[in-house]
């Protein structure tokens, strides 16, 4: 069964320094998305990201956020200036043409801001 | 997007068939209804979806009745590995899929 797969499992940093999580989607998927789930709290919505341009992105993906296609496969999240507060599961997820199989999720990247 | 509500949690035994139901009055008319399973420490899994009437694979059904303002997930025959939480989510596909809390499903021995 085709996976989501996403880099590093975990990740501790200092406030303050720039994080990219990286996650290599499906082959033939086309949507990404980014969400992120602080510990004992429900899965929130960061970005969507379609034919290389963002299609949504929630009030949580400010300006210290960023997500990109660097070499067309690798799908990054960039935090420039991490803060404690962004310590959560990251998970990456895609979607293929055919949307019956609904989304597959990354295993996630666990982010600790020290 | 349209507001989903589930009950935070459900009990279960072993063997029994558990319904969970997801309210989402104000669905829109190209909006799917999707349902995913997560574990601690993993990313949602897809088991899911449906937009009118009975869906059913080979590990869960949903049905959707005709107003389409619930659903109800259904699972036959619950082992306690299928604790866990579960979601509901409704949404036009390809768009952001926002999770609510969901229902935290405990089974029992």
């Known amino acids: 069964e085709p996976e989501v797969t996403q880099t590093p499992s975990h990740q501790v940093t200092q406030m303050g320094q720039e994080v990219i999580l990286r996650c290599v989607p499906i082959s033939n998927h086309l949507y990404f998305y980014w969400y992120r789930q602080i510990l004992g709290q429900k899965v929130e919505f960061l970005v969507s990201f379609y034919n290389n341009e963002i299609s949504e992105k929630s009030e949580i993906f400010d300006d210290q956020f960023s997500v990109e296609r660097p070499d067309g496969s690798n799908f990054t999240l960039k935090i420039r200036s991490t803060k404690l507060e962004d310590s959560a599961m990251y998970f990456c997820?895609?979607?293929?043409?055919?949307?019956?199989?609904?989304?597959?999720f990354g295993s996630g990247t666990r982010l600790t801001v020290v | 997007l349209a507001k989903t509500t589930q009950p935070i949690s459900m009990d279960s035994y072993e063997g029994q068939e558990v319904n969970i139901t997801c309210s989402h009055n104000?669905?829109?008319?190209?909006?799917?209804i999707t349902w995913y399973q997560q574990f601690p420490s993993q990313g949602p899994r897809f088991i899911i979806q449906g937009y009118k009437t009975k869906v059913t694979n080979e590990v869960a059904s949903l049905f959707i009745p005709a107003d389409r303002k619930s659903s109800t997930l259904s699972l036959p025959r619950v082992s306690l590995s299928d604790t866990a939480v579960y979601y509901c989510?409704?949404?036009?596909?390809?768009?952001?899929?926002?999770f609510g809390a969901g229902t935290r499903l405990t089974v029992k021995p």
């Open positions: 104000n669905i829109a008319t190209n909006d799917y």
């Open positions: 989510l409704v949404g036009d596909m390809g768009g952001d899929m926002r």
């Open positions: 997820a895609t979607l293929g043409q055919s949307l019956d199989d609904g989304y597959t």
